[in-house]
């Protein structure tokens, strides 16, 4: 009599175990700077560098992340680059920081360049979006920040 109690008791816990889980938390995708790596006469070479926070206990793939950078004039976005990469491991329990290169014509830079000049500051916004894969979820996390660029300082 006992033992097909305690048999159903076990099947029981075992099918339950996978409920107390805990869920997946949302990652968050952050914007931490943008750099000059290289300079020619038609195109600039910029590093947009973000910053992916993983609060859960197993790591994920960045599968895809893209972004738009803009510069701001007279209140209007002017579109300055588009980059993306794929594949990117983010680790478990913590921050991993990318860097994402990104190329941009350097008339609409100039322009921006110039507008900064006149201003006292370039206003750039980036706006994005990354797709981390966990293999059980995925979240689509987008991500924007405005970052403003005084000329002459560095």
Not at 82 to 98: N, S
Request: aromatic fraction near 6%; charged fraction near 15%.
């Amino acid at each position: 009599m006992w033992r097909p109690a305690v048999i159903l008791l076990t099947a029981a816990l075992l099918c339950s175990a996978g409920c107390v889980v805990p869920p997946l938390k949302e990652p968050t995708v952050t914007v931490d700077g943008i750099g000059i790596e290289n300079v020619t006469w038609g195109s600039t070479d910029l590093s947009l560098r973000l910053i992916i926070d993983n609060p859960n206990p197993v790591g994920a793939t960045l599968t895809r992340v893209w972004f738009d950078v803009h510069f701001l004039e007279s209140g209007q976005a002017v579109y300055l680059a588009h980059g993306e990469q794929e594949g990117i491991e983010i680790r478990p329990d913590g921050e991993t920081a990318v860097s994402i290169p990104v190329t941009v014509d350097n008339p609409p830079l100039v322009q921006a360049f110039l507008r900064g000049l006149q201003d006292g500051v370039i206003v750039l916004r980036v706006n994005g979006s990354g797709t981390l894969d966990y293999g059980i979820a995925t979240f689509e996390v987008p991500f924007n920040r405005t970052i403003e660029v005084r000329p002459g300082q560095g």
